[in-house]
């Protein structure tokens, strides 16, 4: 599986920004695509992810209420809607997979086996 994520800049504190991560390869059986950040001097999180067989969710508590995460199966490309962005939300932006993914680790960086390229997002105060 690879993954072609975009989609980032830079964004004044309460914008919005949409990124967007393209995956190739097989997307069947317990496939999930998600988002995990790293920003500078700070422990990195899933920041949202979504499995493909049902639509479960994961978002991390920074995100709740300000995420939107969504796929489109046909184009198996995953969106994450990111609202009422602020400074705390700098990072680069990695889009991530794993096709082996169970719900109680849709949460956890080990679990996902694919990585893109990461994207940054930058959020002035």
């Known amino acids: 599986v690879q993954l072609q994520a975009s989609g980032g800049g830079l964004v004044q504190a309460g914008g919005s920004l949409r990124l967007s991560c393209a995956a190739s390869?097989?997307?069947?059986?317990?496939?999930?695509m998600g988002w995990f950040r790293q920003a500078p001097g700070k422990e990195g999180e899933i920041v949202a992810a979504i499995r493909w067989r049902g639509g479960s969710t994961h978002y991390a508590d920074s995100a709740k209420g300000r995420f939107t995460i969504s796929r489109d199966s046909a184009k198996k490309t995953v969106y994450l809607q990111m609202n009422n962005l602020g400074p705390e939300d700098t990072a680069v932006y990695y889009c991530?997979?794993?096709?082996?993914?169970?719900?109680?680790?849709?949460?956890?960086?080990?679990?996902?086996?694919?990585w893109g390229q990461g994207t940054l997002v930058t959020v002035s105060s």
């Open positions: 390869g097989r997307t069947d059986g317990s496939y999930a």
């Open positions: 991530v997979a794993d096709n082996t993914m169970i719900l109680s680790s849709m949460g956890t960086r080990p679990a996902y086996k694919y």
